[in-house]
């Protein structure tokens, strides 16, 4: 998410100090992080209709119970408004930190890097903005690990504007990257339940019911596709599970960077972390 111009980062200080990584390999991870970033914008819109069906699905099971009136949907559309504009948020804060880092790499490879220096000011005002909007939220639930972030001994191979504008913002990134972290693993909790709702309610109507009609069922393989699919939808929650661990990963890598702790097994491993599940998210969304 964060990541797709955050690993922009690993190949622009690449170019200033004198690790003994190769471009291609920071290009690998680059691209590793493109791609990732795709596939959370998209879990985190995903998000969203999940949370618009298992409420649909409880409003009908509620008029089963008793005739539902409109103060009552209201109310549950509210809910759904408030978590959708709390999603909404967090892609803007995902874009804010995909812009920092990419004036990041302006700032490294510019002849005039004052200018890429004044955005990221703008940049990062904006970023803690929406960033206090979403520790305001009910998904926070670390906010002792938040609050904690330590500064970092900035590598001495990092130098120039580069390592001032690092040095003065890197706190506030850490904070943002662990704001995400704790995010996505909040939505994979609410959305374990969410989608715990659905499965119940779309397992009896079309799974269940037509099974135990004295009609038979006439398209088989209809059914037994749509079985298929209700009894899979909690894998979409260990997408988000992964999501929040993987990023996790990317901050431990990224701090080893800049303290110039960082290997090659480091690199590789979260490249291949991020190949997996990606691959994973490719084989949900096509089913």
């Known amino acids: 998410m964060n990541i797709k111009k955050s690993l922009v980062l690993f190949t622009v200080m690449a170019t200033l100090t004198t690790g003994c990584h190769s471009k291609d390999e920071y290009k690998k991870f680059s691209d590793a992080g493109n791609k990732y970033t795709t596939a959370i914008e ?40 408030k978590r959708l504009q709390i999603i909404n948020d967090l892609i803007q804060h995902n874009q804010l930190l995909h812009a920092y880092f990419q004036k990041l790499e302006n700032l490294a490879t510019s002849d005039a890097p004052e200018r890429a220096k004044y955005e990221i000011e703008g940049i990062t005002t904006n970023l803690s903005e929406i960033g206090e909007k979403l520790q305001a939220t009910d998904l926070i639930r670390g906010r002792s690990l938040i609050s904690s972030v330590a500064n970092l001994a900035i590598d001495a191979k990092i ?3 580069l390592r001032k504008v690092v040095e003065k913002h ?9 704001i995400q972290q704790e995010m996505l693993k909040a939505l994979s909790i609410d959305i374990t339940s969410d989608i715990k709702t659905i499965k119940n309610a779309e397992e009896y109507r079309l799974v269940i019911e037509p099974l135990v009609d004295a009609k038979a069922i006439s398209n088989k393989k209809e059914w037994i596709d749509m079985r298929q699919e209700v009894l899979s939808m909690q894998k979409k929650s260990f997408e988000f599970k992964k999501a929040s661990e993987t990023l996790g990963e990317f901050k431990e890598v990224y701090q080893a960077f800049l303290t ?17 599940f990606i691959a994973f998210t490719n084989v949900q969304s096509s089913k």
């Open 170 to 178: 890197n706190p506030l990134i850490m904070k943002e990257l662990t």
């Open 42 to 81: 998209s879990l985190l819109i995903s998000a969203g209709d999940i949370r618009i069906k298992a409420t649909s699905e409880k409003i009908l099971a509620n008029d089963q119970l008793s005739n539902q009136t409109i103060a009552e949907y209201k109310q549950l559309s509210e809910t759904d408004e």
């Open 260 to 276: 110039g702790k960082t290997s090659k097994t480091n690199l590789n491993d979260f490249v291949k972390n991020v190949n997996t």
């Open 159 to 161: 130098s120039g504007t």
